[in-house]
T-cell receptor, first 114, second 111 residues
Framework: GENVEQHPSTLSVQEGDSAVIKCTYSDSASNYFPWYKQELGKRPQLIIDIRSNVGEKKDQRIAVTLNKTAKHFSLHITETQPEDSAVYFC?????????????FGTGTSLTVIP | DGGITQSPKYLFRKEGQNVTLSCEQN?????MYWYRQDPGQGLRLIYY???????QKGDIAEGYSVSREKKESFPLTVTSAQKNPTAFYLCASSASQETQYFGPGTRLLVL
């Protein structure tokens, strides 16, 4: 089955700096890659996603890049703010018939230091 | 994701007791999922259901059971066979081939 690895597990940056989180996946059939942000004790919330027919997608200070050949994708957050502090999860979707099973990375705890 | 609700927010289980976690969605999504999250860990899939009256085991189904009698509802029962049930349980739903949206979660604690 699919295996998603995520690095780093913890990341601290100064406010205003950029943060980059990287994920790799193993199954070339995966074609959808969402990123979730989870604040302490809350539900994961989708912040950005990318499909395999696109190499990059940007939404204000957040961007995601995908390299299908190397099977890795990355989350980029620019001009970080204290409210960006949270745990971020990547996921890869591996369609099976009519279903859509997600495989999650183990998460990156991001701390933005004011 | 405001259309997915989970109850209760906190649940306490006694030794040997079965407990049921509720998950309801009004998003008309076909697929529903249950995940377990341990402190500092990622999300592990327990069960998922693509359509009513059908469900499949995920990676850690032992000690859990589910039903899908209605499209809107996907309750999870934590049975006495689950020896280490303390965790944060998240329900999610999705339209076919689309992203998953999560409920607010239920925190299960053992007395």
């Amino acid at each position: 089955g699919e295996n998603v690895e995520q690095h780093p597990s913890t990341l601290s940056v100064q406010e205003g700096d950029s943060a980059v989180i990287k994920c790799t996946y193993s199954d070339s059939a995966s074609n959808y890659f969402p990123w979730y942000k989870q604040e302490l004790g809350k539900r994961p919330q989708l912040i950005i996603d990318i499909r395999s027919n696109v190499g990059e997608k940007k939404d204000q200070r957040i961007a995601v890049t995908l390299n299908k050949t190397a099977k890795h994708f990355s989350l980029h957050i620019t001009e970080t703010q204290p409210e960006d502090s949270a745990v971020y999860f990547c996921a890869a979707s591996n369609p099976r018939g009519a279903g859509n099973q997600f495989y999650f990375g183990t998460g990156t705890s991001l701390t933005v230091i004011p | 994701d405001g259309g997915i609700t989970q109850s209760p927010k906190y649940l306490f289980r006694k030794e040997g007791q079965n407990v049921t976690l509720s998950c309801e969605q009004n998003l008309n999504h076909d697929a529903m999922y249950w995940y377990r999250q341990d402190p500092g860990q990622g999300l592990r899939l327990i069960y998922y259901s693509q359509i009513v009256n059908d469900f499949q085991k995920g990676d850690i189904a032992e000690g859990y059971s589910v039903s899908r009698e209605k499209k809107e509802s996907f309750p999870l029962t934590v049975t006495s066979a689950q020896k280490n049930p303390t965790a944060f349980y998240l329900c999610a739903s999705s339209a076919s081939q689309e992203t998953q949206y999560f409920g607010p979660g239920t925190r299960l604690l053992v007395l």
